[in-house]
């Protein structure tokens, strides 16, 4: 089964947040929450969201 997985440092955050859903349609969620409430982002501007992404893995296990 695949996963994504997301790490805030991955995209240069001083932050230890890391979160893991089964597709990215459940993971962008957790990810906008995070970003909201840990790092008072109202809106993901687009260049972030680009990081986002960019940055979000994808395994198998
Ligand atoms: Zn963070």
């Given at each position: 089964?695949a996963k994504?997985s997301?790490?805030?440092?991955?995209?240069g955050?001083?932050?230890g947040?890391?979160?893991?859903?089964?597709t990215?349609?459940?993971l962008?969620?957790?990810?906008?929450?995070?970003?909201?409430?840990?790092?008072?982002?109202?809106?993901?501007?687009?260049?972030v969201?680009k990081?986002v992404e960019?940055?979000?893995?994808?395994?198998?296990f």
């Amino acid at each position: 089964m695949a996963k994504y997985s997301f790490k805030c440092a991955d995209i240069g955050m001083d932050c230890g947040f890391e979160t893991k859903a089964s597709t990215k349609e459940e993971l962008m969620p957790l990810i906008v929450n995070h970003a909201k409430t840990a790092h008072n982002m109202n809106e993901i501007p687009p260049d972030v969201a680009k990081k986002v992404e960019s940055a979000i893995k994808k395994s198998f296990f």
